[in-house]
């Protein structure tokens, strides 16, 4: 028999699969990631984005928070992309407002999908009252308009940076908690999951192993979305006065100038510029994604 | 019957849920830094001692947390929201003064998203690949991604300071007062430019799923036979596809009321339309959290409303689903 079969195999690698080439669901999902082209675009400009912010600070060596000159300098050689109204450096302030603004945004992103996680699978894994109750919570949480939830929270509890990206995580995770709870609820009669409960798995073991490895890709594309939400969500509270005065942001640029939006548009144009396009990359690589990992949906993009 | 049962479940379950809402506000209230006096009168409101003191008693604070939270919905029962002290005015006459104009910007915006929207999603999707439909593609990725604040910004500087042919402030022209319907078109001027800024995100969403829903709709048996019987393209799309293209659009657009109020209050902020997004920049400024918390209950009750609408509107479009026989 086993002589029989092990020709057979070599054959049908010859012909069909090309020398290493990755088998992995990963390995797939990442060839068809790239075979789409704004996906690609997305990736490209938001690892510009990020590599910006991170080596831009040795190269252009001016303090955020500095006043390098007159208020309102339009730009030049001195100040590249101008001053602010107070007479802060505005490329600075992109490159270093950048980096708390993306943490804001992967954090926030990280938290709302924790909760949405949490909840989802509970809800989804046990059913009956467990599910009712937890569809209640998140019932109330949709009738709260989610930016509006979290200008409350931010007002009451402080702009301090970790408030704002607490309060943005704990308002936006509905959706997350709502589609996890679809998956869990669909994977859960499927027959390799009986199949493993069959065998005497324990519902942890069921959840954690069995259950969230398949439900994972339908969150991951929500998860990349929860980031570009949460970066305008930075910036809407940012732009209300909210900010964290003290940590230079993409948002608290935008916030602090929008005043002084005649006398100085490029301390509004160019921040606001940033958020749109770091947002767009996101939701272009959440786009891409989607086509990779989501199959059933791919011939509707 | 089965109509009457419907109602009656969805009517205690709102209840229900505009309890938690006024639960959570006096949780929020309780929890956050500093003596709940100081909340309840707001932080700069310029309340005296004697105000003090008369709010401890009013709310019951020196009384178990039980009993406050009962004194507090007995209050909001009878109407009671607080009293703001910045604007030396009760909460629940400060919202519902500033209740309409929000209503006419929301709705103005979300009506023309629905409108262009499905029109741009149909026309795109009769030709998914041309170049049409991928200009529509592109600009509903850049109207997603653009914060709806800065959108509302350029649009003020295009149209206060490089080309001004429409007025970027308020709702009505302050120093010529106009009378009747010159009045309206006046309104109207002004909603232009908040309106179009609001809509503009939502253009983005509604124009995206149109085209999908638009191109599965006309690959569908039912669109095929409408065809073969020899029916007018027009009619074909315009009464049978579009009916099945509608429904998500309607779901999706009535479910989102909250974030169409959300971009309304930082839209109302840059062009200071004065509707409830603006009386929420100015209470977050004061510190006046009875107005910050009342705008917060009424807005759920806003999304409510919305989706108790959204759920009518469904089952009209959609004769498949009918009361109680989901």
């Given amino acids: ?301 | 019957m089965a109509l009457a049962i419907h109602l009656t479940r969805q009517i205690a379950n709102a209840a229900a849920l505009l309890l938690a809402v006024l639960v959570l506000n006096f949780c929020l209230i309780h929890l956050a830094p500093g003596d709940p006096v100081q909340v309840i009168a707001g932080e700069m409101g310029g309340a005296s001692a004697d105000v003090i003191a008369a709010l401890r008693t009013k709310y019951g604070l020196d009384h178990s947390l039980m009993e406050q939270l009962a004194i507090y919905l007995r209050n909001v029962v009878t109407g009671d929201f607080g009293y703001s002290y910045y604007f030396n005015e009760p909460v629940l006459g400060l919202v519902l003064q500033r209740l309409p104009a929000t209503l006419y910007l929301t709705s103005c915006a979300l009506v023309s998203a629905l409108v262009v929207g499905t029109f741009l999603g149909v026309v795109s999707a009769r030709r998914p690949n041309g170049l049409f439909s991928h200009t529509v593609t592109v600009f509903s990725l850049a109207g997603y991604a653009a914060p709806i604040f800065w959108t509302g910004l350029m649009l003020l500087l295009l149209f206060g300071s490089v080309w001004p042919i429409l007025p970027v402030v308020g709702m009505s022209d302050v120093v010529h007062r106009k009378q009747g319907l010159n009045y309206v078109l006046d309104v109207a001027q002004h909603l232009l430019l908040p309106s179009l800024t609001l809509a503009l995100v939502f253009i983005a969403q509604y124009s995206r799923l149109a085209r999908v829903n638009m191109i599965d709709a006309l690959s569908a048996d039912y669109v095929r036979t409408a065809r073969a019987k020899g029916l007018p393209e027009w009619v074909v799309i315009g009464k049978h596809a579009l009916r099945n293209t509608l429904i998500p659009t309607v779901t999706v657009a009535g479910h989102q009321f909250g974030n169409l109020f959300a971009g309304a209050v930082l839209v109302e902020t840059v062009f200071s339309w004065p509707g409830m997004g603006r009386l929420v920049f100015d209470s977050i400024l004061r510190r006046d959290y009875p107005t910050l918390m009342a705008v917060l209950f009424f807005s759920a009750l806003m999304v409510m409303a919305a989706n108790f609408l959204t759920d009518i509107v469904y089952r009209l479009i959609d004769p498949r689903i009918r009361m109680g026989q989901r």
């Fill in chain 1, 1 to 301: 028999m086993t002589t029989l079969e092990a020709p057979t195999l070599t054959i049908v690698s010859a012909i069909d699969m090309p020398a290493r080439r990755a088998t992995s669901p990963a390995g797939i999902a990442m060839r068809q990631f790239l075979k789409s082209p704004s996906g690609v675009v997305g990736l490209c400009l938001l690892a510009l984005i990020i590599v910006g912010t991170l080596v831009g600070p040795h190269l252009y060596r001016v303090d955020p928070l500095d006043l390098v000159g007159a208020p309102f300098m339009p730009p030049d050689s001195d100040a590249w992309l101008g001053t602010d109204y107070l007479g802060r450096d505005v490329l600075a302030g992109l490159i270093y407002g950048g980096r708390a603004t993306l943490a804001v945004g992967a954090v926030a992103a990280l938290i709302t999908i924790a909760i949405g996680l949490l909840i989802g699978s509970l809800s989804g894994f046990f059913g009956g009252v467990v599910d009712v109750v937890l569809v209640k919570i998140t019932e109330f949480f949709q009738i709260l308009p989610p930016l509006l939830f979290a200008m409350v929270l931010v007002t009451l509890f402080g702009s301090k940076l970790s408030t704002i990206t607490v309060a943005i995580g704990a308002v936006s995770w509905t959706s997350a908690a709502r589609l996890t709870r679809a998956e869990f609820m669909r994977l859960r009669d499927l027959d390799f999951v009986k199949a493993s409960r069959a065998a005497g798995a324990s519902d942890r073991h069921l959840m954690l192993r069995v259950l969230l490895p398949n439900a994972l890709p339908a969150v991951i594309v929500s998860a990349t979305l929860a980031i570009g939400v949460a970066i305008l969500f930075e910036g809407g509270l940012s732009f209300l006065g909210l900010g964290d005065p003290n940590v230079m942001s993409w948002g608290l640029m935008l916030g602090q100038n929008r005043n002084y939006i005649l006398d100085a548009w490029w301390a509004v144009i160019f921040p606001g510029m940033a958020i749109f396009l770091a947002v767009l990359a996101i939701s272009l690589v959440g786009d891409g994604l989607n086509d990779a990992i989501n199959p059933r949906l791919r011939r509707r993009s």
